[in-house]
């Protein structure tokens, strides 16, 4: 069995440096690790993470903590993560809290026994939730997509608010004025802002939202079906709907079709992030889309920015908000 003198002896440097390599290879020169990388391959010689999580008093995990994996919002950001990961020789554990705060507590706890070097969070609950539990983190940690007063955090997110302002925009040019709002839970960051979005877009338009179509649909697409269908089969139905989310759209859309209402000829419908599938989905849907790759990428530069300072180092938290993209499909148009 090869050992780590085997390693040095090979490459030619010292067990010392071998060791650094292995443990902390952000402070060794590219062609030392090259080197040792090398040797350890030829040798057939592996290193115990278990014993250098021991050693270093944290392991080479990254946790990545969401509140519904099943979104493909969170699928698409995962892969990025965990190819920026990679390339910094780490791995990345997924949980789903599924939207429970006791759920997070719990997982937050494994993941801290488990040594994680840091955490990228996706918050479950309100703005004004409880968070003593990830205050007290003793591990770096990066918030995302959500965010909670109180937390003293690096925080990336899209422009929620401008997110849904393009598309209500969009659909006032297009000449509708009774325009509904199906909202994301009431009371989360990512709901609020779109929502407030939405609403200042209307008001600015001169035509003030209809409270009683500004709903809340949980970002989830049943109760967007739900809601769509009570809205299109009242008295004075929309012409338009916006969704705060994809799953929300396509619940929509479905209502719409059971119902026999044409999208776009007798209802535009637009929503914020792509839909699976989006290219067989008819018609496709007008969305407001967040630039995934680039929030997990600043994502996983923040947080490996802390993992890898060395002890005592004092770094400002990093606050940053990305601008979205409208994608126009078939699905909205001039009213009837």
């Known amino acids: 069995m090869s050992t780590i003198r085997d390693v040095a002896r090979l490459a030619g440097v010292s067990i010392s440096t071998v060791s650094l390599t292995l443990n902390t290879p952000e402070r060794v020169a590219t062609e030392t690790r090259r080197k040792v990388a090398e040797a350890a391959e030829a040798v057939g010689y592996s290193a115990d993470p278990i014993a250098q999580s021991l050693k270093r008093g944290r392991s080479r995990l990254i946790g990545m903590v969401v509140s519904d994996i099943t979104n493909p919002f969170f699928g698409r950001f995962l892969q990025e993560i965990e190819r920026h990961a990679m390339a910094a020789d780490h791995l990345v554990i997924v949980s789903d809290t599924s939207s429970q705060i006791r759920n997070e507590i719990a997982i937050l706890r494994h993941l801290a026994a488990q040594r994680v070097s840091g955490i990228l969070l996706q918050p479950t609950g309100p703005m004004t939730g409880p968070s003593d539990h990830i205050r007290q983190l003793s591990m770096p940690f990066v918030l995302f997509d959500h965010r909670l007063d109180g937390v003293e955090s690096d925080f990336v997110g899209a422009d929620n608010a401008l997110a849904s302002s393009m598309l209500t925009e969009h659909l006032i040019r297009l000449g509708h004025r009774r325009i ?14 779109r929502k407030r979005g939405f609403l200042a877009t209307m008001a600015a338009s001169g035509v003030p939202a209809d409270p009683a179509i500004v709903v809340d649909a949980r970002y989830d697409g049943r109760h967007g079906y739900e809601q769509t269908m009570r809205l299109m089969t009242g008295p004075d139905r929309p012409t338009a709907l916006i969704a705060a989310s994809n799953v929300i759209a396509l619940g929509a859309l479905q209502a719409c ?5 044409a999208c776009p000829a007798e209802v535009s419908l637009a929503g914020i992030d792509d839909v699976p599938w989006a290219a067989v989905v008819q018609p496709r849907i007008t969305t407001a889309v967040q630039p995934i790759e680039d929030l997990a990428r600043t994502a996983s530069e923040l947080l490996m920015r802390r993992i890898t300072a060395p002890p005592g180092t004092v770094i400002d938290r990093s606050e940053i908000i990305l601008a979205p993209e409208i994608r126009l499909g078939g699905s909205t148009a001039r009213p009837a």
């Open 180 to 193: 509904a709002f199906l909202g994301g839970t009431s009371g989360l960051y990512t709901a609020e802002e």
């Open 257 to 261: 079709n059971e119902l026999g209402i």
